[in-house]
C-alpha cells in the first residue's frame, strides 16, 4: 500500500511564496503518475502539477509559468514550488499516486484515475 505524506502549507501574503513537499513509501510497479491538486469547499478536486514515467511535467494554466514541480532522484519525493502566490491559490493541496496496469503513463488531472492521496495541506493566501 502507497502511504502518501504531504507538508509546507502555510498562510502568506499576496505575492508570498510556499514550497509544498510529498514522500511516498514506494513507488507502484509499473507505470505511474504523481502530482499535485487542490481543492476548495464547493468545488471540485482540479489538478495543479502532474508528471508521469517517461512524460514530461503538465501544469494547470492557471500556475504554468508560477509554480514549478520537481522530483526527487529516487522518484519519491514531490516539492511545488510556489512563488507568486495569489488568493485565488487559496486551497486544501493533495499530493497523489496514481498506477496505471496498461504499458503507458499518463500526467493525468482527472483524480478518478489516483489511487493513493495523502490527507492534504492547507494554503492561504491573504492580506
Known amino acids: 500500500q502507497v502511504q502518501v505524506v504531504e507538508s509546507g502549507g502555510g498562510s502568506v501574503e499576496p505575492g508570498g511564496s510556499l514550497t509544498l513537499h510529498c514522500v511516498v513509501s514506494?513507488?507502484?510497479?509499473?507505470?505511474?503518475?504523481m502530482g499535485w491538486f487542490r481543492q476548495v469547499p464547493g468545488k471540485s478536486r482540479e489538478g495543479v502539477a502532474v508528471l508521469a514515467r517517461y512524460v514530461r511535467i503538465r501544469y494547470s494554466p492557471s500556475v504554468k509559468d508560477r509554480f514549478t514541480l520537481a522530483q526527487d532522484s529516487d522518484n519519491k519525493a514531490l516539492t511545488l514550488h510556489m512563488p507568486g502566490l495569489k488568493p485565488e491559490d487559496t486551497a486544501s493541496y493533495y499530493c497523489?499516486?496514481?498506477?496505471?496496469?496498461?504499458?503507458?503513463?499518463?500526467?493525468?488531472?482527472?483524480?478518478?484515475?489516483?489511487?493513493?492521496w495523502g490527507q492534504g495541506t492547507q494554503v492561504t493566501v491573504s492580506s
Open positions: 497523489a499516486v496514481a498506477q496505471y496496469t496498461g504499458p503507458y503513463s499518463f500526467a493525468s488531472f482527472d483524480s478518478r484515475v489516483y489511487q493513493y
Open positions: 514506494e513507488l507502484p510497479a509499473g507505470q505511474w503518475s
